[in-house]
């Protein structure tokens, strides 16, 4: 008597996969965008004035900016505008820090709901990172316009490099919150060295100068920091006269994805280290 082989499972019909791929993806759609109004409702709709502080906080130091150089020195690197040439390179470095911290600190903040299987670091990361840089984004309009606005200026805009700018420090944010997020999750002593190894990093992104005026030295230096890089290619879509030829787009998004891709790569290895602390 010969035994017949146990009949296969039947396979799942190819129609159904993609159905069960689109309802993850919705799934996961829906999980970012609960974090992200969770994170709303946490950062800033305690706290008196809401939304209204992350206008008045870059504005307050640009004044203060504008204000203690005039005091000190003529007339700024380009143009005349003290307002507009520190807020044309401070908004873009504001965005690449607030995105870098908020990433960095994403597992952390969200660690009680990563409990839930349909949360996912992957998620956290995202939820963070979409936020704030919306926010940043929109902030940086307001401001800009408000400041061509008040100083009256002629400024001819070409806003493909400014946009280019404000997107690298977005993705150059991103790629320096999630490496430092595996690390600070592993070893929490490194958030202490981190912020004591970029203590310096605001006066050595271009925000208060011009990668120009530096020394030889100083350029040859500097060349390796992205946001300078940023900062400069930012300057271009306000001032006509200013190439800023040194600016390498290339440079900063290979540094970005590399940074990137090394924290996915460590996340996905030590997230469950990290969560189980």
Not at 37 to 51: A, K, Q, V
Not at 127 to 148: D, E, I, P, Q, W
């Amino acid at each position: 008597m010969t035994s017949t082989p146990p009949a296969a499972a039947p396979a799942l019909p190819p129609a159904q996969m993609p159905a069960a791929a689109r309802a993850r993806r919705f799934a996961s759609l829906r999980t970012i965008a609960a974090l992200v109004l969770r994170e709303m409702s946490t950062r800033y709709g305690r706290t008196p004035g809401g939304y209204l502080w992350a206008i008045l906080e870059p504005l307050a130091a640009i004044l203060f900016l504008s204000l203690g150089f005039s005091l000190v020195i003529r007339s700024p690197s380009l143009g005349t505008s003290f307002l507009l040439f520190y807020a044309t390179g401070y908004l873009a470095f504001d965005l690449y820090n607030t995105i870098a911290n908020t990433t960095a600190r994403a597992l952390n903040f969200s660690k009680p709901l990563l409990q839930f299987p349909a949360v996912t670091w992957v998620d956290a990361i995202l939820a963070r990172f979409a936020l704030n840089s919306l926010t940043g984004s929109l902030m940086a309009l307001l401001l800009l316009s408000g400041t061509l606005m008040v100083i009256d200026s002629r400024t001819v805009l070409d806003l493909p490099p400014a946009v280019l700018a404000m997107a690298l420090a977005m993705v150059l944010g991103l790629g320096v919150g999630t490496l430092n997020c595996v690390l600070m999750g592993l070893y929490p002593l490194w958030e202490v060295a981190w912020s004591v190894i970029t203590r310096p990093l605001f006066l050595a992104s271009g925000v208060l100068f011009l990668y120009e005026d530096l020394p030889p030295l100083a350029q040859e230096i500097l060349w390796y920091n992205p946001l300078m890089h940023i900062t400069g290619l930012m300057r271009t879509g306000f001032y006509p006269t200013y190439t800023a030829a040194y600016a390498s787009v290339t440079y900063v998004l290979l540094t970005s994805l590399a940074l990137l891709a090394l924290g996915l790569l460590l996340m996905g290895r030590y997230h469950r280290v990290i969560l189980n602390r």
